[in-house]
């Protein structure tokens, strides 16, 4: 097992401005591990990017991982979720309509961590900013983040550069060019009449990414560093340098770089360098290697000369840039305004169009919030610090997420307690829930809203008789098994004995049935006629608002409930009566007495539409096979961080496939925190 030879905490110098980045440098070794029959590479902290891995703290964490499931290699997957959890998150806006987040990904290392864990809480009107501040190139990397988010649109990606955009926009995910140097605060990075007393100045951290041995042959060149990471500075720097300065404070830093003629940047991948931008903020030019990660988001012909990976093209490039005598204020100017463009990319393209999705009242004056905004945080450090650099976290931690996430937004609108019964089959099953089911609860002595779903015409038609009786609003009374003589009897002894379905229970399902049609419910005589999509709609839409009166209230829709918005063609014969509907089962249940044509609704859709996280939504489901498809679509669209509890009569008992994929979803199921029974 590979040790960490040295680990880069954070600290701040001596006047607590300046924060270091947390780089922890793991031994590297160009040799794969062998694991299973597959390679597996190390590297040290975020620097080659030939090779998949970086190890912390003796686990490795996928940074540009070229794979598609590196699990196997754990041993156990706990050591992996939980090795390393802290967060950089930042809450930027908290309001009843949305919420903002910024999260960093370059700082966040625990990729599974964050994917498996962090991600999938966030909720229809959580808005996450994902700052991608190191470089773009690993195919799908983003994409995979992402992958269990239950709102993807509502995460965007702020890259450095239109290349590093373009790349992210490339894999699907919605991306702009806001670099973190955009943040960097001018008004501590400024041009000063300095004197000239360096040829060069490199402001840089001295580790191997930098690349620091490319100035070896530079004359008169100051280096500016947090730390030196163990690495051999007589071997690495340049024997000419005009020193090594550690640990400087912010002011100084500016006083630094305006006595030079001109800055380097040596290395060929990372982010947008804050040190770039500041070399340019100072009015002084650039010479740069060429590289990926976003700084040349600023560079132009006129601030930067470009070198090859040669320490004798360093130097050539030196001298012609200390020649050129190039106007410090046209390179402040320019590199400000570059600046502003990526600013107002966040405000008006991201911010202001949340806003306005969320019908939030700021999106109206959007200059003024968003200089609010951008004025959060104390502005002293170094490099700016604004609250859309999760640095320095407000939220590290997972509870700390949750406990906003998981508060009720409006006190004036306390969470609804609401029970949906699909497959109410005869209205039997709202009697047990009022009965059995919401003393024992832990929701007990609360009025509930209960929504029934009952796909079959005449069966409905018997669950709204039901409905009106609980609802104290009666015309008829429901029709039970004890008005047919013997009928009760006859049917127990059928269930207890599994008997088949005889003649004589036929016959008296054909009593019961003309009394379902002849009985009269508060929505007035039986039919089995369609409803049009407008009236679903209508009808639907009473759940979105909670109901003004106290106690437990009923509701029946004549509907079935699916991963669509479709219709059924359901045969109904008598013996349906004691074995539910089962066309999905491909069961015969001889010939038919009936054919419907049975509206479905997409219930992931209503779920969205009418409630929220802040609910009780408690779901039993007997729909004959539907629930598959249906557990699913609720899943695909993040329903799940909906529902509390489920109680399911699941019908893969039918199939081997069945049973696999019924146990998949039950696992599923448990890991989202959902209590799960079975329901018979």
């Not at 509502?154 to 699907?172: A, H, L, P």
């Not at 340019?280 to 290697?289: A, E, K, R």
């Not at 991963?563 to 249940?589: F, H, P, Q, V």
């Amino acid at each position: 097992m590979l040790i960490p030879t040295d680990i880069e905490g954070y600290y701040y110098d001596t006047d607590g401005a300046r924060m270091v980045s947390s780089y922890f440098i793991a031994e590297y070794d160009d040799q794969p591990i062998i694991i299973d029959g597959k390679k597996y590479y190390l590297r040290d902290g975020g620097i080659d990017q030939k090779v998949g891995f970086t190890k912390y703290f003796s686990h490795i964490f996928p940074i540009n991982a070229y794979f598609n499931d590196i699990l196997p290699i754990i041993s156990n997957k706990n050591d992996w979720l939980y090795s390393y959890r802290d967060v950089f998150c930042n809450l930027v806006y908290d309001n009843e309509s949305c919420r903002i987040w910024v999260m960093s990904y370059y700082y966040n290392v625990n990729f599974l961590y964050l994917r498996d864990i962090v991600i999938p809480i966030f909720t229809d009107i959580d808005y996450v900013l994902f700052a991608e501040w190191g470089e773009c190139n690993s195919p799908d990397q983003n994409k995979k983040l992402i992958s269990n988010a239950k709102y993807p649109q509502n995460i965007f990606w702020m890259c450095n550069s239109d290349v590093e955009t373009k790349f992210v926009r490339d894999q699907g995910i919605q991306a702009f060019t806001v670099s973190h140097n955009a943040f960097i605060d001018p008004n501590t990075f400024t041009i000063q009449s300095q004197s000239k007393m360096y040829d060069s100045i490199y402001v840089a951290t001295i580790r191997p990414q930098k690349r620091h041995y490319l100035s070896k042959n530079l004359k008169n060149i100051l280096y500016v560093a947090d730390i030196s990471n163990n690495i051999d500075i007589n071997e690495n720097l340049s024997p000419y340098r005009a020193g090594v300065i550690f640990n400087v404070y912010p002011r100084s830093v500016v006083e630094l770089i305006n006595k030079s003629k001109c800055g380097l940047m040596l290395s060929n991948s990372e982010g947008g360098c804050y040190a770039s931008t500041e070399y340019l903020y100072c009015g002084i030019p650039v010479v740069s290697t060429r590289n990926v990660g976003g700084r040349n988001a600023y560079y132009d012909d006129y601030n930067c000369l470009f070198c090859e990976d040669t320490a004798d093209d360093v130097e050539n490039k030196v001298n012609q840039m200390t020649l050129l005598n190039r106007d410090p204020q046209k390179i402040r100017d320019n590199a400000i305004e570059c600046s502003r463009k990526m600013l107002d990319t966040l405000k008006n393209s991201i911010i202001r169009n949340i806003l306005i999705k969320c019908n939030d009242p700021q999106s109206n004056d959007i200059d003024n919030f968003f200089n609010m905004l951008l004025n959060k945080y104390d502005n002293k450090s170094s490099k700016g610090r604004t609250i859309f650099q999760p640095e320095r976290p407000t939220h590290n931690s997972i509870e700390k997420i949750l406990s906003v996430v998981n508060k009720c937004r409006d006190p004036s609108k306390p969470p609804r307690n609401i029970y949906l019964d699909l497959g109410a089959f005869q209205g039997d099953t709202l009697q047990m829930f009022r009965q059995n089911g919401v003393p024992t609860r832990c929701h007990k002595n609360v009025d509930w809203e209960v929504f029934s779903f009952e796909a079959c015409p005449l069966l409905a038609h018997n669950t709204q008789l039901h409905v009106d009786k609980l609802n104290n609003n009666s015309v008829d009374a429901p029709v039970t098994h004890s008005e047919i003589p013997g009928m009760q009897t006859a049917v127990e002894r059928s269930y207890k004995e599994n008997l088949p379905f005889d003649n004589n229970l036929r016959i008296m399902f054909e009593q019961y049935e003309k009394l379902i049609v002849s009985r009269t419910s508060s929505l007035g005589s039986y039919k089995d006629k369609n409803i049009s999509n407008e009236e679903i709609k209508i009808l639907l839409k009473t759940a979105k608002t909670p109901l003004p009166f106290s106690g437990t209230k009923y509701t029946a829709y004549a509907m079935a409930v699916g991963n669509k918005n479709t219709t059924l063609e359901m045969r109904w014969a008598y013996s349906n009566y004691m074995n539910g509907g089962g066309n999905l089962l491909n069961i015969d249940y001889g010939a038919p007495s009936h054919v419907f044509t049975v509206p479905v609704i997409r219930l992931s859709d209503w779920i969205k539409d009418c409630f929220t996280k802040n609910d009780y939504l408690y779901i039993k489901m007997d729909i004959e096979g539907m629930e598959f498809l249906l557990v699913e679509d609720l899943i695909a669209t993040g329903c799940l961080c909906i529902i509390k509890e489920m109680d399911i009569e699941w019908h893969g008992r039918f199939n081997v496939p069945g049973r696999e994929r019924e146990k998949e979803l039950r696992r599923i199921i448990a890991e989202a925190g959902i209590i799960l029974r079975d329901h018979y």
